[in-house]
């Protein structure tokens, strides 16, 4: 393409570029959050030495002028046949393990209007590459990106999810009246049950620590682990500490009686409010859910700020149901993708997609 040249940026280079990486950022339709340079250069820093990963960050010129930015990188994943494939990936999450943690809205960053004209380029650099296949995680199902993939490569959807993101220009009284009788109740009324409770905010990054040390408590004796691990534990350190320097950081923590019997994780970035984790005690009452009712108050919160717009609460269900669904917000689907682009991956995607059909088949057969 006339004028366009994708050129290699070094590791350097990627930690010095906040201010070109967060102009490209605000022309894309890139995730203003979990494209953001702080979140993406973080997630680098900790986990491409634990998984030696080779970094494939881009820059897109135009007669020498950077437009855009192609956030990836490539490690060799070794498969069942013992074949070696090169593949690529998003920075920001990781297919081959369970270490890291997930990033949604994942993206290229590139001139809204220029998609589908410079996503064929970016490839055709990636087959260069001798990359034998891409997957590409969380992509908003109503982006260019993924319509693009859709209609380009119909087969490559390996999985999809569903969040949910509620609009807060209404007063907070119209969203309650909205909503059902019984979840109402449970996210607003009973508030009114405990005896003496109080909602605080984490104001100094002294405060950081111990409110996450109170979420890995609460997930460790809900779900039987931490929700953070060490190196997880690490980056969300990173990025609350960034954050609540821009004054975009919102931890709050419900008390009882003085005890902390609920936290609220979330950041704000161009008028959304993003629900990055919640952890909560089980109440010694059945009618009560201090996890409900926390959320509740971060709703409540959203409602009130002039400047959210929205609420968004990402993918992922609850521990028994997808309790988001009743929150009266829109689906938002995600949708993970694999592209092969050798014989040698295109064989062994098709290969894979065989065998899992034949299971599928195996165990209707079985019902």
Known sequence: MSGIKILEITCEEFFQME????DCIAKSSANPLFSSWIWLSSWWQIWQPRL??????????EDNKLIGLVPCYTYAQNTALGLCIKRCEFIGDHTASNDSIRSEYLNFILPKTRYKELIPVIFEHFIDCDIDD???????????????????????????????????????ESYLQQLGK??????????????????????TPSEIKHFFDCLNTM?????????????????????????????????LQLLN???????????????????????????????????????????EQAHVTDEVLSYDLLAG????????KKLNGDAIYFASYQIPLTLKAKALFLLKRAKQK??????RNSQ
């Open 19 to 22: 201010a070109v990486w967060q």
């Open 52 to 61: 030696n990963l080779s970094l494939l960050l881009l820059g897109v010129y």
């Open 134 to 172: 891409v997957i590409l995680k969380d992509l908003d199902m109503t982006s260019v990106t993924s319509r693009y993939f859709s209609d380009m490569h119909p087969n490559s959807l390996i999985n999809k999810d569903c969040g949910i993101k509620i609009t807060t220009i209404q007063p907070f």
């Open 182 to 203: 019984n979840t109402r109740l449970k996210l607003f009324n009973r508030r009114k049950l405990l005896p003496k409770h109080n909602l605080s905010i984490i104001q």
């Open 219 to 251: 997930h460790l004796a809900r779900w039987g682990r931490v929700c953070f691990s060490e190196h997880s534990l690490h980056f969300h350190h990173k990025i609350a500490h960034y954050f609540i320097k821009h004054q975009q950081l919102q931890c």
């Open 257 to 299: 009686e003085d005890s902390i019997q609920a936290v609220c994780y979330d950041i704000v970035v161009e008028g959304v409010r993003y629900n990055i984790q919640l952890g909560f005690h089980e109440y010694n009452s059945a009618k009560i859910s201090m996890g409900t009712l926390m959320l509740g108050f971060a709703i």
């Open 317 to 324: 269900k609850g521990k028994n149901s997808f309790y988001k």
């Open 358 to 363: 034949l299971k599928n088949t195996l165990v």
